[in-house]
């Protein structure tokens, strides 16, 4: 059974940063491409950041600068850094783990950034 949990999602102020951690279970993980994604309410669910088995990474426009993705193979576990977050990133962060026509989604923590 495929798991991806994610952690460390909260109320931040403007200017704060977090760090997201996706624990997954029950994949090879070290093969799997990883990324996060993010739902405002009453918006679509848009790529924030993606890392490859080989450690490639790419990121949306309006996060460049700000986060850093990295994986930790050992861990079997995903990382976000997000700094100088803004209101607007305020959403559900979700963790997905994709091979080939192979996804799999965590249930999503919530971020707030908010005086």
């Known amino acids: 059974q495929v798991q991806l949990v994610e952690s460390g999602g909260g109320l931040v102020q403007p200017g704060g940063s977090l760090r997201l951690s996706c624990a997954a279970s029950?994949?090879?993980?070290?093969?799997?491409?990883m990324g996060w994604y993010r739902q405002a309410p009453g918006k679509q669910r848009e790529l924030v950041a993606f890392i490859t088995s080989v450690h490639t990474t790419n990121y949306a426009d309006d996060v460049k600068g700000r986060f850093t993705i990295s994986r930790d193979n050992a861990k079997n576990t995903v990382y976000l850094q997000m700094n100088s977050l803004k209101p607007e990133d305020t959403a559900i962060y979700y963790c997905?783990?994709?091979?080939?026509?192979?996804?799999?989604w965590g249930q999503g923590t919530q971020v707030t950034v908010s005086s």
């Open positions: 997905k783990a994709n091979l080939g026509s192979r996804a799999y």
């Open positions: 029950g994949i090879i993980f070290s093969v799997y491409n």
